[in-house]
């Protein structure tokens, strides 16, 4: 994808504070609560597109991946990436960008049905929760820098906690659709660097 490479056109290294700040929701809205990334998504682009000046997306994505792409105020251009795969299909996804923030379940078992964590790198490295995006996405990361691409430094996950993670065709539980206007709110700050009230969305 163009958004990928980690030199300009003149084969100069990239400046990363031109490249976008990107938002990766995971998930398979066909299986109860993992659809909430993909929920999410949705109500995040609504945001951006009353936050800021919705762009064309940048050609080369995946044709897997959903994507849209906005100009905002003192932060310049968000992408919005949607997505079910997994592994190395992440690849273009997660690189090619300032900061990434992942939105994505997760079946901890440590809290409630509906609670929202910010996880970084070091919080997934140790065993893993119920999502089988967190192995596909720490596997990539790290084949992608090994690779000499261009991975941003800061990689924060906006994890959700799942009620049910197993039944096909289910529509996601209470606690974990109530969840969204605070998955959304949380996502817009780590974007803008700016508290948004609570309730904003």
Same mark, same amino acid.
């Given at each position: 994808?163009?958004?990928?490479?980690?030199?300009?056109?003149?084969?100069?290294?990239?400046?990363?504070?031109?490249?976008? #700040?990107?938002?990766?929701?995971?998930?398979?809205?066909?299986?109860?609560?993992?659809?909430?990334?993909?929920?999410a998504a949705h109500r995040l682009v609504e945001r951006l597109a009353l936050d800021g000046t919705p762009v064309p997306v940048e050609p080369g994505f995946d044709p897997a991946l959903t994507a849209w792409a906005?100009?905002?105020?003192?932060?310049?251009? #968000?992408?919005?990436?949607?997505?079910?795969?997994?592994?190395?299909?992440?690849?273009?996804?997660?690189?090619?960008?300032?900061?990434?923030?992942?939105?994505?379940?997760?079946?901890?078992?440590?809290?409630?049905?509906?609670?929202?964590?910010?996880?970084?790198?070091?919080?997934?490295?140790?065993?893993?929760?119920?999502?089988?995006?967190?192995?596909?996405?720490?596997?990539?990361?790290?084949?992608?820098?090994?690779?000499?691409?261009?991975?941003?430094?800061?990689?924060?996950? #906006?994890?959700?906690?799942?009620?049910?993670?197993?039944?096909?065709?289910?529509?996601?539980?209470?606690?974990?659709?109530?969840?969204?206007?605070?998955?959304?709110?949380?996502?817009?700050?780590?974007?803008?660097?700016?508290? #948004?009230?609570?309730?904003?969305?």
């Amino acid at each position: 994808m163009a958004v990928c490479t980690a030199t300009d056109a003149a084969g100069a290294p990239a400046d990363p504070q031109r490249l976008p #700040v990107r938002v990766l929701c995971l998930g398979n809205e066909l299986i109860a609560d993992d659809g909430v990334g993909v929920a999410a998504a949705h109500r995040l682009v609504e945001r951006l597109a009353l936050d800021g000046t919705p762009v064309p997306v940048e050609p080369g994505f995946d044709p897997a991946l959903t994507a849209w792409a906005f100009e905002l105020p003192r932060v310049g251009r #968000v992408e919005v990436v949607e997505t079910a795969l997994t592994g190395m299909y992440l690849l273009d996804a997660v690189v090619g960008a300032s900061r990434l923030v992942v939105l994505d379940s997760v079946v901890s078992g440590a809290v409630e049905p509906g609670a929202v964590l910010e996880l970084d790198e070091s919080d997934l490295s140790g065993p893993r929760g119920g999502s089988p995006h967190y192995i596909g996405l720490l596997e990539t990361l790290d084949l992608a820098r090994a690779l000499g691409m261009h991975v941003p430094g800061e990689v924060v996950v #906006v994890a959700v906690e799942a009620g049910d993670f197993v039944t096909v065709g289910g529509r996601m539980t209470n606690a974990v659709e109530a969840a969204l206007p605070v998955i959304v709110d949380r996502t817009m700050t780590l974007v803008t660097g700016e508290v #948004v009230p609570s309730g904003a969305s």
